[in-house]
């Protein structure tokens, strides 16, 4: 577990290379409800300075660290010194701390791609309408990258500038410089957790926050991630340091996590479905509901192609639309309205998706909710099939709502599996080795975890002892299933093993299918646990749990813990076991 200082944030200043400095900008808690964030491992928003005979920042944190931030940049450069600054990523509240800059420098020239230049730009006019905020506005000059281009700074540090965009970062900039053998990754290969560790030079430390960082933000864009490797690859083994925006520094496994990135890549391109996941989102929220069915999707073993209809054409709609085996789209709501990309994406949709396709609607909205209502009602009359409930968010999510969108992602797969018949009805022989490894039994047991509002339970019975000291056991636990993202190093849990002749009704209350955020625990009665978790009175026995490790065990992951409490409510019972006659299912 990371251990938190004294102070929510803070910002570290040291040297990672000649003549460049990084801000360390870190968080201890979680920063926001967005599904990258779930592990609550904090965060840090990495910031570069780089002084050769022209001074470049590279990348700002958000507006929780301007005024820290730029206190410190005081203390080690005059604003008046700075040439640059070079943004891979803007949004609002990244725009809070560069007006601040440009306040204090209005000579800044700004390196950006040019969907970021018209971000900016945008952001620049909303800020000078703003009568409840007065202040100066300056206008700085920005200098658009169109291509993969130098900006030489002197002294040796001739920044290979390389335009690295995707549907979530439209504007991603990479770069390197040849002087450091830095490689400034952006949003690639980053972790969202908050530590005194600056570089990966733990080995495996880090592994687990790296793969879930791949698995909510890459894995559901992997055309562009691709295109992004490939225009990575002629600096991937020269760079000595990978300097993403979030988390530690990459020194010890640079060009691991490069060819990480491209085996996940191709493990996702050759799953056999697939499902166009298109979507605009006005504040974020729409884009962070998205995030969440599509990690859903992609965990059940799915495909999933993301399309940010504000920046894709509509050739680009038609033919995600045309190579997927199903579709979901969702919309904000301005003034009653679904925005005009998502009318277009809906025109596209109807006109050229076959019916056969399975779909999904989902939005969030302030005070209404027609942009929701109109997908629903123009699909539906169109005779489309849904793969879920549409789903309707008022404001900023919450756990339970994002917990609710994976589940909604994971049914949504497992209903497209069902419908192209991907799951074979009628299993083959058993062969004599899984016949064999049928024979293993298992404790019968309910797992009941917990985090935040974000609640769920399982049946499990790939129970096994694995230490004396501490007290340790394995649970292994499917891809698909909603619980596993409840399951990461420092989650808590409960395993309530059941009784012999008492276990069929709590084994058929949770086997049975439960939909998106419905509520596992109605009409069984429960206590809690000293970790505030729930204890299912008609156990026999509860053990109270803490995550250790995980290792990836092809379809399931071995979770190993840590049992901290526990009691034995009837000694004198038996426990339940699970008894198989073939290996290849439960």
Request: with cysteine.
């Amino acid at each position: 577990m990371v251990s938190a200082p004294p102070t929510p944030r803070d910002i570290q200043v040291l040297s990672v290379g000649a003549d460049t400095l990084m801000f360390r900008s870190r968080s201890w808690t979680r920063l926001k409800f967005e599904v990258e964030y779930a592990l609550q491992r904090g965060t840090t928003s990495n910031s570069f300075l780089i002084k050769g005979d022209r001074v470049a920042l590279r990348s700002l944190p958000g507006e929780s660290f301007t005024e820290l931030f730029l206190e410190q940049l005081q203390q080690v450069i005059f604003p008046a010194e700075l040439d640059y600054v070079i943004l891979g990523h803007i949004n609002p509240n990244r725009f809070a701390t560069l007006l601040k800059l440009l306040q204090l420098a209005p000579h800044l020239i700004v390196v950006c791609s040019n969907p970021g230049a018209v971000t900016l730009r945008a952001l620049l006019e909303s800020a000078a309408k703003d009568k409840d905020n007065p202040q100066t506005i300056p206008e700085p000059e920005i200098y658009v990258v169109k291509g993969q281009e130098t900006l030489d700074l002197g002294k040796g540090h001739k920044l290979q500038l390389i335009p690295t965009p995707t549907p979530r970062w439209p504007d991603g900039i990479c770069a390197y410089d040849p002087k450091t053998a830095i490689l400034y990754s952006d949003k690639f290969f980053g972790a969202h957790v908050a530590g005194e560790q600056v570089y990966d030079d733990g080995g495996k430390l880090f592994e687990v926050d790296r793969k879930y960082y791949y698995d909510c933000l890459m894995a559901t864009q992997i055309s562009q991630v691709e295109i992004a490797l490939e225009r990575l690859a002629p600096w991937s083994t020269s760079a000595q340091i990978y300097a993403p925006v979030n988390g530690p520094l990459l020194r010890r496994g640079a060009l691991e996590i490069f060819q990480n990135y491209q085996a996940w890549n191709r493990q996702q391109a050759t799953q056999p479905l697939s499902v166009a996941l298109l979507y605009a989102s006005a504040y974020g929220n729409t884009a962070i509901l998205s995030q969440a069915i599509a990690h859903g999707i992609t965990k059940a073993g799915v495909a999933v192609e993301t399309i940010n209809c504000e920046h894709a054409t509509p050739e680009d709609i038609r033919e995600a639309i045309g190579r997927t085996q199903g579709f979901i789209i969702g919309s904000p709501t301005l003034g009653g309205h679904a925005p005009t990309p998502i009318q277009t994406a809906l025109g596209i949709i109807l006109a050229t998706a076959e019916k056969s396709k399975l779909a999904g609607v989902f939005g969030s909205y302030g005070w209404s909710g027609e942009a929701i209502d109109l997908l629903e009602e123009k699909l539906k009359n169109a005779g489309y099939t849904f793969g879920f409930a549409p789903i309707r968010v008022k404001f900023t999510p919450s756990d339970a709502i994002l917990q609710q969108c994976e589940e909604a992602g994971i049914d949504f797969a497992q209903a497209l599996k069902k419908a192209k018949k991907v799951k074979q009805i009628a299993r083959p022989l058993a062969t004599p080795v899984e016949q064999a490894v049928g024979r293993l039994v298992g404790s019968l047991s309910v797992v009941t975890a917990q985090r935040g509002d974000a609640t769920g339970a399982m049946v499990a019975s790939w129970i096994s002892q694995a230490s004396f000291n501490p007290p340790g056991l394995t649970v292994a636990v499917a891809k698909d299933r909603a619980l596993e993202s409840l399951l990461y190093p420092g989650d808590a849990f409960v395993l309530n093993l059941l009784e012999e002749g008492k276990h069929i009704p709590l084994m058929k209350h949770f086997l049975k299918p439960f939909g998106p955020g419905e509520d596992r625990f109605v009409g069984i009665e429960t206590k809690s646990a000293q970790n505030g978790l729930p204890i299912l009175k008609e156990a026999l026995v509860y053990l109270e749990c803490r995550v250790q490790s995980r290792m990836d065990c092809g379809d399931h992951w071995l979770v190993y813990c840590a049992a901290e409490a526990g009691d034995v409510f009837t000694p004198s019972a038996k426990t339940a076991v699970h008894y198989r006659t073939s290996g290849t299912h439960y």
